[in-house]
C-alpha cells in the first residue's frame, strides 16, 4: 500500500472530482459514451501521475545499494512510530548494526568486496519475520533497525533475532568477520532518533570492545594451555 500511497490518492481524488460532473453531464443529455470514455482517461492519466510520483518517493526514500530506508526516511518513520508507540503504551527499539573490520575490507580487497557484504547483511536484515521492523542504512556499514515491541523481553528476543540469523562467512582473506549491536529503546533512554542511535552506537561499541577482550583472554588461555602441555611432554620426555 504504501509504495502505490500517491497513486491511489490521486485516482481517488479523480474520482471524487469526476463523479459530480458525470451526473452533471449525463443529466443534461450529453452522449454516456463520451462521459465514460473522458472518465476512463481521466482515471489513466492520475493512475499514471501517481506512479511516477510513488517512484520518485521511492528513489528519495531507497538507498540504491541496500535497498533498505535512507536516514531522513529513517527519521520521519520513527517519528510516525513514536507516536503509535505513545498510544499504545508499548517501546520502541533502536537497534544500531555495525559489520566488524569493514573498513580493512573496504581498503584490502575492494569496495566491491564490501558492496557485496553490505548487500548480504541488508538483506537478510529485509527478510527477518519481525512484526513492524524498519530497516535503515545509516552510513558506511552501519545500519538501524526500529522496532515496535511491547515490553523489555521482546526488546531482547529481537535482539536475539538478529544476531542469530545475521549470516557471514568466518573471514574474507584472513579478516576475521562478524557483526556488533548496541540496543536503545524510546521513551525511556531518549525521545528522537538521533539521540537513541548515539546510545545504541556506545552501547554496540562497549560490546565490540567485550568481544574483543574475551576473545584475546581465550588466545592467551589456549596458548599458555599450549606452552603447559609442551612444558609437561619434555618433563616426560627427560624422566624417562
Given at each position: 500500500?504504501?509504495?502505490?500511497?500517491?497513486?491511489?490518492?490521486?485516482t481517488a481524488?479523480?474520482v471524487l472530482?469526476?463523479?459530480?460532473?458525470?451526473m452533471?453531464?449525463?443529466?443534461?443529455?450529453?452522449?454516456?459514451?463520451?462521459?465514460?470514455?473522458?472518465?476512463?482517461l481521466?482515471?489513466?492519466?492520475?493512475?499514471?501521475v501517481?506512479?511516477?510520483i510513488d517512484?520518485?518517493?521511492?528513489?528519495?526514500?531507497?538507498?540504491?545499494?541496500?535497498?533498505t530506508?535512507?536516514?531522513p526516511?529513517?527519521?520521519r518513520?520513527f517519528?510516525?512510530?513514536?507516536?503509535k508507540?505513545?498510544?499504545?503504551?508499548?517501546?520502541v527499539?533502536?537497534y544500531?548494526i555495525?559489520?566488524?573490520?569493514?573498513k580493512t575490507?573496504?581498503?584490502?580487497y575492494?569496495h566491491?568486496?564490501?558492496?557485496?557484504?553490505l548487500?548480504?547483511?541488508?538483506?537478510?536484515?529485509?527478510?527477518?519475520?519481525?512484526?513492524?521492523?524498519?530497516?535503515?542504512?545509516?552510513g558506511?556499514?552501519?545500519?538501524?533497525?526500529?522496532v515496535?515491541?511491547?515490553?523489555?523481553?521482546?526488546?531482547?528476543?529481537?535482539?536475539?533475532?538478529?544476531l542469530?540469523?545475521i549470516?557471514?562467512?568466518t573471514?574474507c582473506?584472513?579478516?576475521?568477520l562478524?557483526?556488533?549491536?548496541g540496543?536503545s529503546t524510546?521513551?525511556?533512554?531518549?525521545?528522537?532518533?538521533d539521540?537513541?542511535?548515539?546510545?545504541?552506537?556506545?552501547q554496540?561499541?562497549?560490546?565490540?570492545?567485550?568481544?574483543?577482550?574475551?576473545?584475546?583472554?581465550k588466545?592467551?588461555?589456549?596458548?599458555?594451555?599450549?606452552?603447559?602441555?609442551?612444558?609437561s611432554?619434555r618433563?616426560?620426555?627427560m624422566?624417562?
Open positions: 500500500m504504501e509504495k502505490r500511497k500517491g497513486r491511489v490518492l490521486l481524488m479523480t472530482a469526476a463523479l459530480p460532473l458525470h452533471y453531464l449525463s443529466l443534461n443529455g450529453l452522449n454516456h459514451i463520451l462521459v465514460v470514455v473522458m472518465s476512463a481521466a482515471l489513466l492519466f492520475s493512475w499514471q501517481g506512479k511516477y517512484q520518485l518517493r521511492y528513489e528519495r526514500d531507497t538507498d540504491p545499494l541496500t535497498r530506508h535512507t536516514r526516511a529513517a527519521l518513520l517519528r510516525a512510530m513514536s507516536k508507540s505513545i498510544k499504545a503504551n508499548h517501546k527499539a533502536v544500531f555495525d559489520i566488524d573490520n569493514f575490507i573496504n581498503d584490502s575492494g566491491h568486496v564490501g558492496d557485496t557484504m548487500k548480504k547483511v541488508s538483506s537478510q536484515l529485509l527478510q527477518m519475520k519481525i512484526r513492524g521492523k524498519r530497516v535503515a542504512r545509516w558506511g556499514d552501519e545500519f538501524v533497525i526500529m515496535p515491541c511491547a515490553d523489555d523481553k521482546e526488546v531482547h528476543n529481537v535482539q536475539h533475532t538478529l542469530s540469523h549470516q557471514l562467512p573471514s582473506q584472513q579478516t576475521p562478524s557483526i556488533s549491536i540496543c524510546f521513551p525511556s533512554q531518549g525521545m528522537s532518533l539521540e537513541l542511535v548515539d546510545i545504541a552506537d556506545k554496540m561499541l562497549w560490546n565490540k570492545r567485550q568481544s574483543k577482550s574475551d576473545a584475546h583472554r588466545r592467551t588461555a589456549t596458548l599458555s594451555n599450549g606452552h603447559c602441555e609442551e612444558a611432554s618433563r616426560c620426555v624422566e624417562k
